[in-house]
């Protein structure tokens, strides 16, 4: 269906409470009456020939008088997007109609709104804060938020959250079981922490209490020239952090409608790759670390450094990478980069068979990860679970294919999948990757062109106004930027749209009725960056 | 009786799948020319540094203790975190005009972020990173620099 | 010949009767094996760490301790000085009385089975003619230990810790005492002394091929699961439990933890030395008399920690290279595979002692 005729559709649907959204915009928009919000939506995900059932970002936005909320919707059956824009009447006591009885993944986001922008939404399942505590004043990313909020050293009660008075009154309160896996544990990979209560050794519930790093990048971004802002989302999931400040800049690229050198497009695919390779080896270490595998972690983590010391010599860094400015790269790459790429491609190939039989093959690790945590292509989609975990169920969720950027669409390389879902589908589906990404680089690494390797810039950027959306393909999935600008050289509101977060949401999902070895196992082939949740 | 073949196959494949892994590590074992650990101190003369690691901030000067720096304060005002202070003072020069030029260039090590935008937009060139690692220290305020040496002075333009 | 220690030992007694009254005798003498005892204990169990961490570095294609001392040789001492100086917290809510006993219990246990080894002829301190049986009885204590500490420790992970533990012990005691039997049925005798003293023209690996083989690698599992060792650690899982049931221990209380799980696992490769392949027997292989004769200048004290070092070494073979079971899977291999395949080797190995088909 084309753009125009799936406007039409949706203006004869709901009359008078529909508008076609004038912006400047990257996909069709529309205005839509708050009342009308969520019939319209279960409209569009139920309806055949329209068939919504991704949602691709959830975003809150402070329009000044009153409270935006922002639903990019996409088909993965027909591939198209839309995106319904809607306004609370008033910014006192903001409220919306919940859409998370649509799309589950829509749950997470919604507390997130709520606990930045301070918007209400009812009939939500469980409409808590999730990244600040109980307490916290304000709104932060309000644009009138001036609320301090001190810092108290008395411990707060773990009883007292609000969270956990609700998974305690499940059962009678001294028969539940609930356990703190982190802020502090070494599987959580970082600071994550999950309040679980526990049937003997299995888990019954799960709850995620996230925010322990949550630094407010999107509204320190607010502040920050678009240069600046490319080397925060390096602190974001910092093992994409290449991948990362791409999405920024494609963004900055497409409002301003910039051509890339073709020199600079090779290079940041190229990069692109190397950064998933060195995230996914990272994967490989940790997974194996989780299900105590120990010696995993040396020999990815020997082929790693290669990688690590390929970024050092054309970047000068090894993880924050800041390497991608608007408009090209900012320098051009090192003599030695070619012949070390090529040097790594070979011994990695040598390496990967050696980490099959070392732990692929192993019958304990098959045992504990075969039909353990299965997600189902349905629930993928609905809870937004995109990337290689999305891909190990099943659903054909890579960016790099649906929307290519670089010289994506040039190259030769098939899309990894596996319809299992459980915990081994996504552990291969990683593995598939390292060679499909190796692969790709192949292709590339001898075709660089000659050339600039950045196109001319201002030196202050000013992106006009209007929304723009861009999505890139990290190594953990689908990352989106959302971007409204009002002309100035300031963003007026960046959203990122972390596939960390949404696939956080599945955790619970998951986990229910197994074990708790099992629950390491799955947040481990979840692959979480915990400051890509938090950002 | 086919219960008991794939008990009995099953309980070889696991056998032979925790050889093989037994056998990777042991290669390992036994290959100690492998093993990849650099030891630090020891290995500083042959240390591989590349050239373009962003260690922290400096200015070169050449052997007449000049710099290239203007005190224009690009660099300032794209630094993402306040790293940099570019403090000027006006100076007359011999035609008697006055002409602003640099006092103090302060840099704060402990609040960079090394995205390295300064480097890349000053004008003039006269700041570049250092691929020197070794930046501890014992009080935070060690990590406060002055990057122009004493008494030194912008390079004329040749 | 192979020397004889209790001829040292009965010489020594020797000379104290002919100075002292029998009952000061045998106190000096309880407490002389006592401090050989404790001494061979801390140096074993300072030998054995050093050597996990230099074996699994050595896996993990790393170097290992190499700061303190010449090849990190000293970072033993520094790190059992460290662990001397750290102070002892008691978290609050434990139960005092429980907490402190049980790092004690379970290097009680160490020490217990510790004393009834054959080091050589003549050198152990106890050689019950029941010698199996009472490794069998005392090995089982260390669990109480770790349930103790885990439940006394008023914390969530270290119950969890406990009651895996538990759950895993009593499980793996059942292949234990099964290839325990098997051997002893082949030996004819409880006796450790005894049993390597059969195995002096042949150890039992060989000598009882198939069942004895069988017995070995059952034997080798089970002590491990036994010593709570990985890839069989889930007491411990530092991936789900931090530390398992030792998680609130600090300082020396945590050292005795520490070092009886080293010495659990000598032990257990001590014993699977002494069963399977002769103790301190050297190598004898049937009528080489000149190899036989060379075999026999290496000393009986040297064949016996070679071959459990040797053990030892596979053991940590086998924990840095597995990944950890899940606790289902732990007692699906006791129950569906080691202990059917114990009992039936048990049955395998009276009929070939019955009819005389071994060597």
């Known amino acids: 269906m084309t753009d125009q005729a799936l406007l039409d559709k949706v203006l004869a649907f709901a009359p008078g409470k529909v508008a076609v959204e004038e912006y400047v915009n990257t996909y069709p928009a529309l205005r839509v009456e708050a009342d009308a919000l969520h019939d319209l939506a279960r409209f569009l995900k139920e309806n055949e020939e329209t068939d919504f059932d991704y949602l691709m970002c959830l975003s809150g936005v402070d329009w000044g008088a009153n409270l935006g909320v922002v639903y990019h919707l996409r088909s993965t059956r027909h591939g198209h997007v839309l995106v319904l824009k809607t306004q609370t009447p008033e910014r006192i006591t903001p409220t919306i109609d919940t859409i998370s009885d649509l799309w589950v993944g829509a749950e997470f986001h919604e507390r997130e709104v709520y606990d930045m922008f301070g918007i209400r939404f009812t009939n939500h399942p469980d409409m808590r804060r999730i990244f600040m505590s109980d307490k916290w004043m304000g709104f932060p990313l309000r644009k009138d938020y001036q609320a301090s909020n001190p810092l108290h050293l008395e411990t707060e009660g773990a009883y007292e959250d609000e969270g956990i008075r609700k998974l305690a009154s499940g059962k009678g309160k001294d028969e539940t079981f609930i356990i703190n896996f982190g802020p502090q544990h070494p599987s959580t990979h970082g600071v994550l922490r999950l309040v679980i209560t526990l049937e003997g050794e299995n888990v019954d519930q799960v709850q995620p209490h996230c925010g322990y790093i949550h630094r407010g990048i999107e509204k320190m971004c607010e502040h920050l020239t678009y240069q600046q802002i490319v080397h925060l989302t390096d602190r974001m999931d910092y093992l994409s952090a290449h991948i990362n400040n791409e999405a920024v800049c494609l963004c900055v690229e497409k409002a301003l409608q910039v051509e890339v050198p073709l020199r600079a497009q090779y290079i940041r695919t190229i990069m692109d790759e190397l950064t998933r390779v060195a995230s996914h080896l990272l994967f490989w270490t940790s997974f194996g670390m989780d299900l105590g595998a120990t010696t995993c972690f040396f020999y990815s983590m020997r082929e790693r450094d290669h990688i690590l010391d390929i970024f050092e010599e054309t970047c000068g860094a090894r993880l924050v990478l800041s390497y991608v400015c608007p408009g090209g790269v900012m320098y051009d790459l090192h003599p030695n980069f070619q012949r070390r790429v090529k040097d790594f491609i070979r011994e990695m190939r040598r390496r990967l068979p050696e980490y099959h039989r070392l732990l692929s093959g192993n019958v304990i690790f098959q045992g504990r990860s075969r039909n353990i945590g299965v997600l189902s292509h349905e629930n993928a989609v609905s809870f937004g679970v995109t990337g290689p975990s999305g891909r190990a169920s099943g659903w054909h969720c890579d960016v790099r294919k649906q929307d290519p950027y670089h010289v994506y669409s040039q190259v030769d390389f098939q899309e990894a999948i596996r319809t299992e879902g459980d915990v081994f589908a996504r552990y291969m589906l990683r593995m598939d990757e390292l060679e499909t990404s190796l692969n790709i680089i192949e292709q590339l690494i001898d075709q660089i062109p000659s050339g600039d390797y950045a196109a001319k810039m201002k030196p202050v950027i000013r992106v006009p106004e209007g929304e723009y959306y861009q999505r890139v393909e990290t190594a953990r999935g689908d990352l989106g930027v959302w971007l409204v600008s009002q002309g100035d050289k300031f963003p007026y509101r960046l959203k990122f749209r972390s596939p960390g977060f949404s696939t956080l949401a599945a955790l619970p999902h998951l986990c229910h009725g197994f074990k708790i070895a099992d629950l390491i196992a799955i947040s481990g082939s979840l692959d979480f960056v915990i400051p890509d949740i938090d950002r | ?158 | 010949m192979i020397y004889d220690f209790s001829k040292l030992t009965s010489s020594l007694d020797q000379l104290l009767l002919s100075v002292l009254p029998p009952f000061w005798v045998l106190l000096v003498e309880a407490l002389l094996v006592l401090i050989a005892g404790l001494a061979a204990f801390a140096v074993l169990g300072m030998i054995l760490v050093y050597m996990e961490r230099k074996v699994c570095a050595f896996f993990q294609v790393r170097l290992g301790p190499n700061r303190v001392g010449k090849w990190g040789t000293l970072q033993l001492i520094a790190d059992m000085l460290k662990l001397l100086t750290k102070e002892l917290v008691t978290p609050r809510g434990v139960d005092v009385l429980l907490y402190n006993v049980a790092p004690f219990i379970i290097i009680m246990a160490a020490f217990l089975s510790f004393g009834a080894l054959p080091f050589a002829r003549g050198l152990h301190a106890i050689d019950f003619n029941i010698g199996v049986f009472y490794l069998m009885a005392v090995s089982s204590l260390a669990v109480l230990g770790i349930l103790l500490g885990g439940w006394a420790s008023n914390n969530k992970y270290t119950v969890i810790g406990a009651m895996r533990s538990g759950a895993q012990v009593v499980s793996y005691e059942l292949s234990v005492g099964l290839t325990y039997i098997t051997m002893v049925a082949f030996a004819g005798t409880m006796q450790l002394s005894g049993i390597v003293e059969a195995q002096a023209d042949g150890w039992f690996l060989f000598k009882g091929h198939l069942p004895a083989l069988i017995a070995f690698v059952v034997f080798l599992i089970a002590s491990t699961a036994e010593a709570n060792r990985g890839p069989f650690d889930l007491a411990e899982a530092e991936s789900e439990l931090i530390a398992g049931y030792h998680t609130e221990y600090s300082g020396l209380r945590f050292a005795f933890f520490y070092l009886a799980e080293y010495l659990n696992m000598f032990i257990g490769a001590a014993i699977a030395a002494t069963l399977f392949l002769g103790g301190w027997m050297p190598l004898h292989i049937g009528s080489w008399e000149a190899f036989n004769a060379v075999m026999d200048f290496i000393p009986p004290i040297v064949w016996f920690f070679g071959k459990t070092f040797l053990l030892v070494w596979v053991t940590m073979w086998f924990k840095w290279t597995f990944p950890r079971l899940r606790i289902d899977q732990l007692l699906t291999l006791e129950w569906k595979y080691l202990m059917p395949v114990s009992f039936f080797n048990l049955l395998l190995m009276t009929v070939i002692i019955l009819l005389g088909w071994h060597f």
């Open chain 2, 1 to 158: 009786m086919r219960g008991l073949k794939k008990y009995l196959s099953g309980l070889f494949q696991g056998v032979r799948s925790l050889l093989q892994g037994m056998s990777v590590t042991g290669y390992h074992f036994f290959h100690p020319r492998e093993i990849v650990t650099q030891q630090y101190p020891e290995n500083r003369a042959t240390l591989e540094i590349f050239e373009r690691s962003k260690g922290e901030l400096t200015m070169p000067h050449n052997e007449l203790n000049e710099h290239k720096c203007t005190a224009c304060g690009i660099c300032q005002m794209v630094c993402p975190n306040g790293t940099i202070t570019v403090l000027s003072k006006t100076e007359q020069n011999e035609d008697g005009k006055s002409k602003k030029v640099l006092d103090r260039y302060i840099y704060r090590l402990d609040q960079c972020t090394f995205c390295a935008l300064c480097v890349k937009n000053c004008p003039s060139d006269a700041i570049t990173f250092a691929p020197t690692f070794e930046n501890a220290v014992y009080t935070r305020a060690l990590l406060t620099k002055q990057l122009n040496k004493e008494g030194s002075k912008l390079q004329k333009k040749s």
